[in-house]
């Protein structure tokens, strides 16, 4: 569902599993930010970031760099530096795609 788009598809299996008691896991969760950053859906993406970093199972790159290119799809820089920032803090290894997504954010945002 992820990767051709269909974000609100990921969503309802999403939910199904959590219906059903399945753990979701770190890899479950950063799919569903993925889908939601490639629908153009940055509220929720974020909201399942939330989710991430309030669960025992933890952010982790993937969960960043997904959080931060939803952001930067969308224009929402400041949410994006907000992210960078807490993935340092966090002590969360950046990635080149981290970088790239960071500085088509502030192009876009003209910082």
Same mark, same amino acid.
């Given at each position: 569902?992820?990767?051709?788009?269909?974000?609100?598809? %990921?969503? $309802?299996?999403?939910? =199904?599993?959590?219906?059903?008691?399945? $753990? #979701? !896991?770190?890899?479950? *969760?950063?799919? @569903?930010?993925? @889908?939601?950053?490639? !629908? !153009?859906?940055?509220? =929720?993406? *974020?909201?399942?970031? #939330?989710?991430?970093?309030?669960?025992?199972?933890?952010?982790?790159?993937?969960?960043?760099? &997904?959080?931060?290119?939803?952001?930067?799809?969308?224009?929402?820089?400041?949410? @994006?530096? $907000? *992210?960078?920032?807490? =993935? @340092?803090? #966090?002590?969360?290894?950046?990635?080149?795609?981290?970088?790239? %997504? =960071?500085? &088509?954010?502030?192009?876009?945002? !003209?910082?």
């Amino acid at each position: 569902c992820e990767k051709v788009g269909e974000w609100e598809k %990921a969503l $309802q299996l999403f939910f =199904m599993m959590a219906e059903s008691e399945v $753990q #979701s !896991g770190t890899i479950a *969760l950063n799919a @569903a930010i993925s @889908a939601c950053e490639k !629908g !153009g859906e940055w509220p =929720m993406a *974020l909201h399942f970031f #939330s989710v991430i970093e309030r669960s025992k199972v933890g952010v982790d790159t993937v969960s960043f760099n &997904s959080a931060i290119s939803a952001c930067e799809k969308c224009g929402e820089w400041e949410k @994006a530096m $907000q *992210l960078f920032k807490s =993935m @340092a803090q #966090s002590m969360v290894e950046l990635s080149s795609i981290t970088l790239n %997504a =960071m500085i &088509s954010c502030c192009e876009k945002g !003209g910082e």
